[in-house]
């Protein structure tokens, strides 16, 4: 780790004075002799879908972009590389970098390449469901498409896809229409207003007992975290996490919960902290 060009390090360490655990994008700078890790001064790249520190264990979910946010100090993630596991009992607070020596590193055998594809996981690894608007299609025909993965005690994956121009969104009701009865969730893949390439992930609701049936941005997305987004062959594609546990009551509804599930898709583009994604030209329920 090191000796020969940037090397990453992804580290969840507890904080020094709590049981907050802190998600860091580190690095190991090129041919160091102290062998100590530095703090990215870019965490962007970075997204921390959950974290706890739960009977004398640390667990975390992140998400890190493929490609570096600076070359000096990232590695790009569709490169061959050694993948080396580390673990030790300095804690931290969330700006510091050095995490102390290791009790324990075990390094792969082989180069690996962390974006092509592995083992599949089962079919029965978790809790999972699809939907669609349109008969006998798939991700890449539907007009519509959504599925989801359960199996994390913490987070749901999704996965939408749909050939509307603008965007296509998932919503979990307390009934079938959307704001009436509760607060509901609606997660959005939207295309940008003037960038038609790239696509937004909006972790929007629609407020309880409201007339004008109008969806609004979250205040936090801090729940959602984007795995990834693209426009291809005129089909908008992407896919996300949402934690279970909702972030704020008023704004979000538990997915550990019975619920009615709406797959839509319109035309209408927007920015990233737009929430009126224009009326839907589908709209399925179960």
């Given amino acids: 780790m090191g000796g020969n060009g940037i090397d990453d390090v992804f580290a969840c360490q507890r904080d020094t ?4 655990v802190n998600v860091k994008d580190t690095y190991n700078p090129m041919d160091q002799s102290s062998r ?14 959950s974290s706890s520190f739960t009977n004398g264990r640390i667990s975390c979910s992140f998400t890190r ?10 590695r790009n993630l569709d490169e061959a590389a050694y993948v080396l596991l580390a673990y030790g009992n300095t804690r931290g607070a969330a700006n510091s970098a050095l995490m102390g020596g ?10 690996m390449t962390l974006t092509e594809e592995g083992t599949p996981p089962p079919e029965d690894s ?4 699809s939907f669609s ?12 498409y959504s599925r989801w993965i359960g199996g994390d005690s913490e987070v749901v994956t999704f ?3 749909t050939s509307e121009s603008g965007w296509v969104a998932i919503g979990v009701s307390a009934d079938q229409r959307m704001g009436s009865n509760g607060i509901d969730d609606v997660f959005a893949c939207q295309r940008d207003s003037t960038d038609g390439n790239v696509i937004h992930v909006k972790d ?5 007992d409201q007339t004008a049936r109008s969806n609004r941005i979250d205040s936090s997305q801090n729940g959602t975290a984007v795995i990834s987004t693209r426009f291809e062959n005129g089909r908008i594609y992407c896919r996300f996490t949402r934690t279970i546990q909702v972030q704020k009551e008023a704004e979000d509804r538990p997915l550990d919960v019975a619920s009615f599930v709406l797959l839509a898709a319109g035309s209408a583009r927007g920015g990233a902290n737009s929430a009126l994604m224009g009326g839907h030209s589908g709209r399925r329920f179960t």
Avoid: F, K, W
């Fill in 102 to 111: 290791h009790v324990g590193r075990v390094p792969s055998g082989t180069t």
């Fill in 133 to 144: 608007i349109g008969d006998n299609c798939n991700i890449d025909t539907c007009t519509a």
């Fill in 65 to 74: 972009t493929i490609a570096g946010q600076n070359v000096t100090e990232d």
């Fill in 17 to 20: 004075g709590t049981d907050t």
């Fill in 36 to 49: 100590g890790n530095a703090i990215d001064s870019d965490q962007s790249g970075i997204t921390t879908v």
């Fill in 204 to 208: 929007n609701y629609n407020p309880q």
């Fill in 126 to 129: 978790g809790p999972s469901g």
């Fill in 159 to 161: 996965e939408l896809s």
